[in-house]
C-alpha cells in the first residue's frame, strides 16, 4: 500500500489501525493523505480522504463528504456523502447524501438516495 502526503512519491509504508477494533475508525484527514491499493476492514469505518483502491468493509463503512475513492466500496451499510466512482455493494442498506456522488452501480436489499445526491449508472435492489 502506497501513502502520500502533501504531493510526494508514494512510499511503501504498513499502515495498523490502533485503539479497540471494535470501536474503529479509520480517519483519513486532510493534508493531502492518499492511500494506494485495496482497504480491507473488519469494523465498522469513517472513510476521509482519498482512497484510490477498493474498500472492502465486513461492517458499516461511511465515506465522508470530504472522501472520494476510485474504486468500489463495500459493507454490511455503506452511507456516501462524498465521492465513489467506482460503485457501491452492501449486504444491506446503501444511502446516498444530499452530497453524494455514485457513478457505476449500487447494489443493496435497501437504498436511499437524497435529493441534490448524484447517482450515474446501475442500481439493483432485493
Given at each position: 500500500m502506497g501513502i502520500e502526503r502533501g504531493g510526494r512519491f508514494p512510499q511503501n509504508h504498513s499502515v495498523q489501525a490502533s485503539g479497540?477494533?471494535?470501536?474503529?475508525?479509520?480517519?483519513?484527514?486532510?493534508?493531502?493523505?492518499?492511500?494506494w491499493g485495496e482497504i480491507k476492514l473488519r469494523a465498522d469505518a469513517v472513510l476521509r480522504g482519498t482512497v484510490r483502491g477498493s474498500v472492502d468493509g465486513?461492517?458499516?463503512?461511511?465515506?465522508?463528504k470530504?472522501?472520494?475513492?476510485?474504486?468500489?466500496?463495500?459493507?454490511s451499510d455503506v452511507r456516501v456523502e462524498g465521492e465513489v466512482a467506482g460503485g457501491v455493494t452492501a449486504s444491506g442498506r446503501v444511502w446516498i447524501g444530499?452530497?453524494?456522488?455514485?457513478?457505476?452501480?449500487?447494489s443493496g436489499k435497501a437504498v436511499r438516495i437524497e435529493p441534490g445526491a448524484e447517482f450515474q449508472g446501475q442500481l439493483e435492489v432485493g
Open positions: 479497540n477494533p471494535e470501536n474503529l475508525e479509520v480517519a483519513l484527514k486532510g493534508g493531502g493523505l492518499q492511500i465486513a461492517e458499516k463503512v461511511i465515506v465522508a470530504e472522501a472520494v475513492v476510485s474504486g468500489t466500496v463495500r459493507g444530499a452530497q453524494g456522488k455514485v457513478r457505476v452501480r449500487v
